[in-house]
């Protein structure tokens, strides 16, 4: 039995009655001397219960593996177009705008959306942008309309490489809502680009490279 529905990108996500998990195990009669299983079982908010706090050291820009269930923050004050570099480890950089002309064919405009997956890791998924000629193709197209479709559900993204673009998985079973670090856009941005990750000028090893100098 499937625990997903897929969603074609560029349709409009269909609607799909969620399945709530019990938040304990039913109960059941204690073994003599012992104890019943429901009297262990989390609920599922225990980390609340218990009064953890999510704290946010690392801050990956990734996309999620097919495998993840992801959410998008929905407010546009946890999201940025900027100027982006990669380099041949995958490794991404951000690119200051005023040396922006040094690398103009070759960066990248990118969307950042602020993301999380099921486990409460909070990352920054990069979706390309148009370029100034306005030309766009459908892995970027989908992949925003994807992460659209995250700000309201838990849901896999996943790519179909055979026809060029992303599709929704939408879990059926209740996630529950995402707990967003209390950390500002500006914050999460400076983590994800420290040790380095921010270009912002021409002495930057990454331009040296690029310029023959290193």
Known sequence: MSLSKTTT??????????LRLPTAAPAQKPAAGGFSMSELA?????????????????????KP????YVRVHD???????LATL????????????????????EAKATMLYTAMDDAGNVFLLPVGLPGSDGSTNAWWQSGHAAAAIAQKEWVRIVAVKTAGHYVTKTA??????PKWPEK?????????FADGRLIDSMDHPFMRKLNGEA
């Open 9 to 18: 990108i560029n349709t409009a996500p269909a609607a799909a009655e969620s």
């Open 42 to 62: 989390l609920t599922q908010d225990f980390d609340t219960a218990i009064g953890l706090e999510t704290r946010v050291h690392t801050v990956a820009v990734k």
């Open 65 to 68: 593996t097919k495998t993840t």
């Open 75 to 81: 407010s546009p004050n946890f999201r940025m177009a």
């Open 86 to 105: 990669v380099d041949e480890m995958g490794v991404m950089y951000a690119v200051h705008p005023k040396i922006l002309y040094a690398v103009a064919d």
């Open 172 to 177: 059926v079973v209740d996630k529950g809502k």
């Open 184 to 192: 500002s856009f500006e914050e999460l941005l400076n983590m994800a």
